[in-house]
């Protein structure tokens, strides 16, 4: 890792686990992710905007840690596999259907988990009301990764409320 990503990873974990790191498109915040889930050493949930995103995540986390295939799952609408670092997505885990107490299968099947990290990638999407039931799942560590806080409806504060304040920028 480069030493900017060393430090936003240090960063948030020295704040106690909870909070949001910001960088530019490109500058490695699945980098930055790695680097805090390896300090951390304990199970992690990724969330993510799509498919396509939660498969891009599986293969970085292969190629780029010592994490092996049976160690990484996307859960997702073919497989529901759970393993130490399970990736999904954020519509995954807000569908409805489920006789649990939320009525969210997939959600309640999850948060059953005992996570000690969530992350959430693009994490300005959370206000948003069909991703926001995620920011209820427990964890002892949230880390958000965003490149930009911006918001057309002006709620870029509900991010810092739901996963804590910005840590790296």
Do not use: N
Not at 163 to 168: A, L, N, Q
Request: proline share 5%; hydrophobic share 40%; aromatic share 8%.
């Amino acid at each position: 890792p480069y030493d900017y990503q060393t430090k936003a990873a240090r960063a948030f974990i020295d704040a106690g686990g909870h909070g949001v790191v910001v960088l530019a498109c490109g500058g490695g915040k699945t980098v930055v992710a790695m680097v805090t889930l390896h300090a951390l050493g304990t199970r992690a949930l990724v969330l993510t905007a799509g498919r396509e995103a939660a498969s891009q995540w599986r293969r970085e986390l292969l190629a780029k840690t010592t994490l092996g295939p049976e160690e990484v799952a996307v859960y997702g609408t073919d497989k529901k596999t759970i393993a130490p670092v399970t990736v999904t997505t954020y519509s995954m885990l807000a569908q409805k259907g489920g006789s649990g107490p939320t009525r969210h299968k997939h959600f309640d099947t999850l948060a059953s988990e005992p996570w000690g990290l969530v992350i959430y990638d693009e994490v300005h999407l959370l206000p948003a009301p069909v991703f926001r039931l995620t920011a209820e799942l427990q964890a002892k560590r949230r880390l958000g990764l965003t490149a930009t806080l911006v918001r057309e409806d002006g709620r870029e504060g509900d991010v810092f409320a739901l996963i804590g304040p910005k840590r790296y920028d």
